[in-house]
């Protein structure tokens, strides 16, 4: 079973930057379609970027485009998170996900889930 582990979470202004990683062991990040998902309080968790098996380049939510660019390294197994311009909605728990292997898509059914790092934007 792969093990996710997120970090970076915390606090930020709003219009600041926060990187999230996750951390996967022990098998490739790469051989997997792997995702990013938040929950804020009182809503539904939702997607944010997805990679599939064998993309190279990431599919961002459009309530997020422009704002959050999702990446993976591969020497260190780990993706990422950049957050730009933080809002006030942007608040919520954030979990990174991984189905597969050889998986191509993200969905709210992902075979492995990290526990999730807090992202708090106040000012």
């Known amino acids: 079973q792969l093990q996710l582990v997120e970090s970076g979470g915390g606090l930020v202004q709003p219009g600041g930057s926060l990187k999230l990683s996750c951390a996967g062991s022990p098998y490739p990040l790469k051989a997997y379609a792997v995702g990013w998902y938040r929950r804020a309080p009182g809503k539904q968790r939702e997607v944010l970027g997805c990679l599939g098996y064998g993309e190279i380049n990431p599919t961002m939510t459009d309530s997020v485009k422009g704002r959050f660019t999702m990446s993976r390294d591969d020497a260190k197994n780990t993706m990422y998170l950049q957050m730009n311009n933080l809002r006030l909605e942007d608040a919520a728990e954030y979990y990174c996900?991984?189905?597969?292997?050889?998986?191509?898509?993200?969905?709210?059914?992902?075979?492995?889930w990290g526990k999730g790092t807090p992202v708090t934007v106040s000012s």
């Open positions: 996900a991984a189905d597969g292997p050889y998986g191509s898509t993200c969905t709210q059914l992902m075979a492995s």
